[in-house]
């Protein structure tokens, strides 16, 4: 069995939490004040995921912030830039536009998240 | 030649999260006329370039984005269609609560109101008032500035990266210059422990294994034209630089995130009194400062770690002013 210390980052707290692991599998958490602290960990240890955050540059020039509707796995962020910076959307987008569906098969959309 | 006037009850100078926020907070409380001062293009202050998610989740219950921080306010200012004007700079205010302000359509003109509510934010300490030796060479830049660049303006301002204070700008800026490409060398700071939040250290720095170095400082800038690197150095306990520590780090762009300052030139004209520890103005329970009728809120009153903090504080001071006016 092993031991894993981490800093939860789902609110500005922060807490560090200790996870058990064994096989792969985490046992038991430590240190976490909330439920968003352990899906926090447990997601950590199975499959990691981030809430991806970036601009595209629209036809006409403008930059427009986007963010993944839900957290994608963090191995694929650079992955996902790169389709996001390969993207010309035209200069009407709209707050709250999906620019890309499902993007690389994550269930995650980029949407456009500035006004 | 005497000025054109605008008279208002409450004056709101500022159009970021706390000028928002209290210009909601007065309209809920029943004031209905007042005018909100921006001098930049848009409202929405400094959280049009915080792209990053984060925000929101003690005020609204769930993660939000910068930009969709403020849409929820813009959105409110419009329903409730509170005046705003943009591209307009308050340069003066004076203890009556006149106001001069210019902009490239009126010219220079004035404001009279009945109350004003100080939210002008703060801004970042730059590379002046950090004393760092050596030469100037251009892509020096506080990490807001960078920020500025790559998420508004879609410019990076350099390849190779070196980060001085790791405060939460810092941080936020490293994991995003990295996104876009930039090798992003190392964060250090001259204090033993970070100053940005645990979870901005874990997800912007550790996440792609940028080191974090601790008790450590730039002690020299090198390069004539463009930055070509800077001098490392340890630093011990009293923060004095430890002798032959230093060591040489080839870098194209320094970035500083060193601390915030509330901007409190107004302030000070109108006669209000600042605080020496927080930087910001003395106030009461009702965020009223010592001139009666003059109100602060945000980071102008003391640097907040939370946007969501500044929104409660100011929606005091938004309810206070619409109060004092007898809205």
């Not at chain 1, 058990?20 to 430590?30: C, Q, V």
């Not at chain 2, 970042?124 to 790559?150: C, D, F, H, M, N």
Request: with cysteine.
């Amino acid at each position: 069995m092993e031991e894993r210390k981490m800093t939860c980052i789902m609110c500005p707290r922060g807490c560090l939490m200790t996870a058990k692991i064994e096989n792969g599998e985490m046992l038991s958490l430590e240190g976490n004040t909330c439920k968003r602290g352990y899906e926090y960990a447990y997601n950590e240890i199975h499959h990691p995921v981030r809430t991806l955050t970036t601009t595209v540059r629209t036809e006409g020039g403008r930059i427009a912030a986007v963010k993944s509707s839900v957290p994608v796995p963090k191995k694929l962020q650079f992955e996902i830039m790169k389709q996001i910076n390969a993207l010309r959307p035209s200069d009407d987008i709209v707050f709250g536009q999906t620019l890309i569906q499902n993007v690389c098969s994550t269930g995650s959309d980029i949407i456009v998240t500035s006004d | 030649m005497s000025l054109k006037t605008i008279n208002t009850d409450i004056l709101i100078i500022g159009g970021g999260p706390a000028g928002l926020s209290a210009a909601v907070s007065a309209y809920e409380a029943g004031a209905r006329d007042m005018l909100i001062v921006e001098r930049e293009e848009t409202l929405g202050g400094i959280l049009k370039q915080c792209i990053h998610s984060g925000f929101g989740l003690h005020r609204f219950g769930e993660e939000l984005t910068g930009p969709e921080y403020a849409h929820i306010y813009i959105s409110k200012i419009e329903e409730y269609g509170i005046p705003f004007m943009l591209d307009t700079m308050i340069t003066e205010l004076k203890p009556d609560k006149t106001a001069t302000a210019v902009n490239s359509a009126d010219g220079i003109f004035e404001i009279k109101a009945g109350a004003v509510i100080l939210a002008m934010g703060c801004r970042e300490r730059s590379r002046g008032a950090l004393s760092i030796a050596g030469s100037r060479p251009s892509g020096i830049y506080t990490a807001g500035t960078a920020q500025k660049y790559v998420n508004l303006l879609g410019y990076m301002p350099g390849k190779e990266i070196v980060i001085l204070g790791s405060g939460d700008i810092g941080l936020i800026m490293a994991r995003r210059m990295t996104l876009e490409g930039a090798n992003v060398k190392l964060c250090c700071d001259i204090l033993p422990v970070p100053s940005g939040l645990p979870r901005n250290v874990e997800q912007c720095l550790n996440d792609f294994d940028i080191p974090l170095r601790l008790s450590c400082t730039v002690s020299k800038i090198h390069g004539k034209d463009r930055l070509a690197g800077v001098t490392l150095v340890d630093v011990d306990e009293s923060l004095s630089p430890v002798p032959g520590s230093e060591e040489y780090v080839s870098c194209d762009t320094l970035l500083l995130s060193c601390g915030l300052i509330p901007e409190n030139e107004l302030s000070r004209g109108a006669g209000v009194i600042i605080d020496s520890k927080t930087g910001g103005p003395v106030t009461d329970e009702n965020l009223q400062t010592v001139v009666e009728g003059i109100f602060a809120c945000g980071n102008v009153h003391h640097v907040h770690g939370l946007v969501d903090d500044v929104s409660i504080q100011a929606d005091i001071a938004g309810r206070a002013a619409a109060l004092y006016v007898g809205a």
